[in-house]
C-alpha cells in the first residue's frame, strides 16, 4: 500500500520550501523504497528551490542521503529489506556505449524509479536528482542503493551521497592525484574540503587550499591542507605559483564554479598539469583563454560529475576508511536539523556559515 510521509518541497522558482506530505507508492519491478535516516543538505538543492537545474516544478528536495531499506520491488537481488545503504544519484545501465566501453563511471543511461511521487492532491514530484531524500521514506531505482558497513553514522555516510563524493572523486579519479603531486583547491566548501581530504589520501605532496573566507581556510588546514591562501588577501594565481617553487601545481580543481576562479586554475597549474572544474556554472557564463596557452600548456582541462565516482566501487570502500579512522567524514557535519529548517539551512549555506547542515529524520 502507497504510504504518506512528510518531504521538503520547492513549490515554484525561488519560493520558500516547504514540508508538504508526500505519497510514496509501493516499489515496482526494480525499484526499492529506502527509510531516510540522514540528509544532507547540498548547494544543488538550492540551485533546484531557484529554478537553476530545471523548470519541473514541484521538486522533492534533498540527495546525501543514507537509510535502511524497507522493500524492495520485483527482480531486485542487489539489496534487501534492513540493509543500511548510501544512495546515490548515478545508478549506472552496464548497457550503454559507455558502460560496454569499460567506463561506467560516465554512464549515459543512468537509472531511477519509474514511477512518481506525488502530492496528496496527486501532482506529481520531481525528486531532485531522481532521489528526493529530504522525506522519511523516499522511492529510488534499485540500482540508486549502495550497501555499506552498518556500523557507519548515517550522518556521516549520507555526504557520500553527493558532495564529499564529488570533491574526494575530483581530486582521486577525475584529476588522477598521486604520490607527490602538488594540488590546488580553488574554493573550499563541502566540495572544495573533500577534495583536500582526498588529496592528502591520495598522497599529495602539498595540498594548497584557496578561499576567500579564512573560516574555511582554518577548517581545510584541519582537514589536511599544507598551505592556505585567502585570495581576497593576495593574487591566488602568484600564491599558487610561488608555493611551487614557481612552476605551478600538478593538479588544480576549481570547486566554486565561476569563470574567473577557473581562469585562475588554468594559469595556477603546471605545463602538462591538469584542471579539474567541479564547481558548478549556471547558463549565461562564459570563458575566454588564450587559445595558444590551452595548445602550448599541454596537459588536461576536465570536468567531474560526481568525482567520476561508481558507487559500488568507492562507497564501501571509502566506509572502511572511515571506520578505520583515515577519512573524517564527521568533520563536515557543522550541524543537525529538523525537515522544517531546510530553508534557514540554505541561508547559513549561502553566507559560508555551514559546511553541511544534516537533517534527521
Ligand atoms: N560536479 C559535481 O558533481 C558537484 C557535486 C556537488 C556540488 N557541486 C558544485 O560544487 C560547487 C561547490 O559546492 P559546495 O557545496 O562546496 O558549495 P559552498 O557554497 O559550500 O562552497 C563554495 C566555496 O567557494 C568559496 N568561494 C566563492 N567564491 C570564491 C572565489 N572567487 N575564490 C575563492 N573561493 C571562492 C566560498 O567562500 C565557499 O567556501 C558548487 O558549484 C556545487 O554546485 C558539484
Ligand atoms: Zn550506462
Ligand atoms: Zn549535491
Given at each position: ?17 516547504r ?60 539489496v ?11 545508478a549506472v ?5 559507455s558502460?560496454?566501453r ?24 520531481t525528486p531532485?536528482?531522481g532521489?528526493?531524500?529530504?522525506a ?8 540508486q ?11 556521516a ?15 582521486v579519479?577525475t ?43 582554518t577548517?581545510a ?43 585562475q586554475a ?12 567541479v ?18 600548456r ?11 565516482c ?6 564501501p ?5 572511515y ?39
Amino acid at each position: 500500500m502507497a504510504q504518506q510521509v512528510r518531504g521538503v518541497v520547492a513549490a515554484g522558482r525561488g519560493e520558500a520550501v516547504r514540508i508538504e506530505t508526500v505519497t510514496v507508492p509501493d516499489p515496482g519491478p526494480g525499484e526499492a523504497v529506502v527509510k531516510v535516516e540522514a540528509c544532507g543538505v547540498c548547494h544543488t538543492d538550492l540551485h533546484y528551490r531557484d529554478g537553476g537545474i530545471s523548470d519541473e516544478f514541484p521538486f522533492l528536495l534533498g540527495h546525501e542521503a543514507a537509510g535502511t531499506v524497507e522493500s524492495v520491488g520485483e527482480g531486485v537481488t542487489e539489496v534487501a529489506p534492513g540493509d543500511f545503504v548510501i544512495l546515490n544519484w548515478r545508478a549506472v545501465c552496464g548497457q550503454c556505449r559507455s558502460c560496454r566501453r569499460g567506463r561506467p563511471w560516465y554512464c549515459f543511461d543512468t537509472r531511477n524509479a519509474g514511477q512518481r511521487m506525488t502530492l496528496a492532491d496527486g501532482t506529481e514530484l520531481t525528486p531532485a536528482l531522481g532521489i528526493g531524500a529530504f522525506a522519511e521514506k523516499t522511492l529510488v531505482a534499485a540500482g540508486q542503493c549502495t550497501k555499506v558497513d552498518p556500523a557507519a553514522s548515517p550522518l556521516a555516510a549520507g555526504l557520500l551521497g553527493c558532495g564529499v563524493m564529488a570533491g574526494l572523486g575530483a581530486a582521486v579519479n577525475t584529476g588522477g592525484v598521486s604520490r607527490g603531486d602538488s594540488v590546488a583547491v580553488i574554493g573550499c566548501g563541502g566540495v572544495g574540503h573533500a577534495a583536500v581530504m582526498g588529496s592528502r589520501l591520495a598522497g599529495a605532496a602539498r595540498t594548497i587550499a584557496v578561499d576567500l573566507d579564512d573560516r574555511k581556510l582554518t577548517t581545510a588546514r584541519r582537514l589536511g591542507a599544507t598551505h592556505t591562501v585567502n585570495s581576497r588577501e593576495r593574487d591566488a594565481v602568484a600564491a599558487i605559483r610561488e608555493l611551487t617553487g614557481g612552476s605551478g601545481a600538478d593538479v588544480v580543481i576549481e570547486a566554486v564554479g565561476r569563470p574567473e576562479t577557473y581562469r585562475q586554475a588554468f594559469h595556477a597549474r603546471d605545463l602538462a598539469g591538469t584542471v579539474v572544474l567541479v564547481g558548478v556554472p549556471t547558463s549565461e557564463m562564459t570563458l575566454e583563454l588564450p587559445l595558444l596557452d590551452v595548445f602550448g600548456r599541454g596537459g588536461a582541462l576536465k570536468s567531474s560529475w560526481y568525482g567520476d565516482c561508481l558507487p559500488s566501487r568507492d562507497f564501501p570502500m571509502l566506509i572502511d576508511l572511515y571506520l578505520q579512522g583515515r577519512l573524517d567524514l564527521d568533520a563536515f557535519v557543522t550541524e543537525t536539523i529538523p525537515p522544517t529548517d531546510v530553508e534557514a539551512a540554505f541561508a547559513r549555506m549561502h553566507n559560508g556559515d555551514v559546511l553541511r547542515s544534516v537533517v534527521v529524520f
